[in-house]
């Protein structure tokens, strides 16, 4: 377990850090000044030598400790970061006074400065917090700061929050995109995805595998390598970067890997890097990353932690309500106004399903209109359905408190075609071959019929 060094610049201070509380990874010392008493602070040990190289030596640092300086003495805090950075190059140090201002503390990679008289125990452990993902940004930009041109690998048909996350490293390195280029090894496919890199003006490129050869720098973004099948190739399991929140999977080797499992999406990772830089995180790039959150976490009601949702206030703050506006609701062609317009004329609500058959369409119309059917009255399930190329296409949506609609369309799916998705939207794609075997015909009315009478059987299937 990794340890902070805490020290205090005189009684009055350690005592204050005393009655804020120290935790069971904290070894608290402080160095008498000559205007107080000299009586020790309950919990403290005076720092043997002084603020000297050989005294913080002494207390063994390792790597990954951290150090705190509480003093409101700019020559304290300029003799202490000198000691500890050659004693421990490199270790990461937060400054805490209400007096200190940046001109009085001396540069060092990775220091942070805080407040003091008003921190409760709460503060305290989030600065820290800070202070440790500091120092993985300290260390990636070392790391990557002399190669010539960095990959940023994403998952093929990238999603929302893999796309956010790389963008985010790229602006964390101080990178554009002609050397630090956004690749896929399959190209964005859902509409919405498409949408977003539109709105945003990103460009994610499709590459084969041995385009990997042009870059001297390999970083992975809400993927990990084993991802890419059985034999994946083999430059993606020896990259420099990995940074995830699905679970960990073990047969590669990274430089840097910061996996966390517990957060509900790797926006809210590179959001952290970005607060803790000090980053400034302007309206493009906190949009891109609140619908990366927004997207894989279903609106903060999935798989959610406590720093998923004070990452998405942190963005709130900072994005641009137009720019998702025309992310989550892109512009409908004319020609699927007029598809939606047929379909609306003879609609209705069925046992709480709203189905309108679209006939042939472009295929990011259909999740718009499936959207648009939610809102119905009556609906607890929307499913629109068009024709795209030789295939019936499909998206449903509901209210969130019914059966799953991933599960739903596997079922309705199941021996004629593919289909998934989450709790409250999916897709399904079945071969017009397929479906025209089976019900004989696929015009507007077949379909309907088809799928009203599948969707009711599996919706009500556990009943």
Not at 131 to 139: A, D, K, P, T, Y
Not at 378 to 394: E, H, R, S
Not at 416 to 429: D, F, N, T, Y
């Amino acid at each position: 377990m990794a340890s902070r060094f805490i020290i205090c610049d005189g009684a009055e201070l350690a005592r204050l850090w005393a009655r804020i509380g120290a935790s069971e990874a904290e070894e608290l010392f402080w160095l008498p000044r000559e205007d107080e008493s000299r009586a020790r602070p309950q919990g403290f040990r005076a720092l043997p030598g002084g603020l000297t190289v050989e005294a913080i030596s002494k207390l063994e640092p390792k790597e990954g400790d951290e150090f705190a300086l509480v003093s409101e003495d700019g020559p304290f805090v300029r003799a202490a970061v000198a000691a500890i950075s050659k004693a421990t190059p490199g270790a990461p140090i937060l400054v805490m006074s209400d007096r200190l201002d940046a001109d009085d503390i001396p540069d060092h990679p990775c220091l942070r400065r805080t407040g003091l008289r008003t921190q409760i125990r709460d503060d305290v452990d989030l600065d820290f917090a800070h202070l440790g993902n500091l120092r993985r940004v300290v260390r990636l930009r070392e790391l990557l700061s002399s190669r010539e041109k960095i990959g940023i690998l994403l998952q093929p048909d990238p999603d929302p929050d893999g796309i956010a996350a790389g963008y985010a490293l790229r602006i964390l390195l101080g990178r554009k995109s002609p050397t630090a280029p956004l690749v896929s090894f399959g190209e964005i496919k859902r509409p919405e995805n498409v949408a977003m890199v539109q709105a945003l003006g990103l460009d994610v490129r499709t590459i084969a595998p041995e385009e990997l050869d042009e870059f001297d720098g390999l970083a992975l973004m809400d993927v990990q390598p084993t991802v890419f099948g059985e034999n994946p190739p083999a430059r993606v399991l020896s990259v420099d970067v990995v940074i995830d929140h699905h679970p960990e999977r073990s047969g590669y080797d990274a430089v840097v890997k910061d996996i966390r499992t517990s957060y509900g999406a790797t926006s809210t990772i590179m959001t952290e890097y970005l607060q803790a830089s000090g980053t400034e995180i302007r309206g493009k790039l906190g949009t891109a990353l609140l619908y990366g959150i927004k997207s894989d976490t279903q609106l903060l009601g999935r798989d959610t932690s406590p720093a998923d949702m004070q990452a998405f206030a942190k963005l709130h703050a900072c994005h641009s309500p137009a720019l998702l506006r025309r992310i989550e609701r892109p512009a409908l062609p004319t020609d699927g106004l007029r598809a939606l317009g047929r379909a609306l004329a003879s609609t209705r609500v069925e046992e709480g399903i709203h189905l309108l058959v679209l006939g042939r369409v472009r295929e990011d119309v259909i999740p718009q209109v499936a959207e648009l059917a939610l809102q119905a009255e009556g609906a607890v399930w929307a499913i629109a359905a068009g024709t795209v190329g030789g295939d019936l296409v499909f998206s449903v949506r509901n209210v969130g408190y019914v059966r799953a609609a991933g599960e739903v369309v596997r079922a309705v799916v199941e021996g004629l075609g593919v289909g998934g998705g989450h709790r409250s939207m999916a897709k399904g794609i079945i071969p017009l071959k397929a479906f025209r075997k089976v019900y004989k015909r696929a015009d507007r009315s077949t379909i309907r019929r088809a799928l009203l009478k599948a969707f009711t059987k599996a919706i009500h299937e556990d009943d």
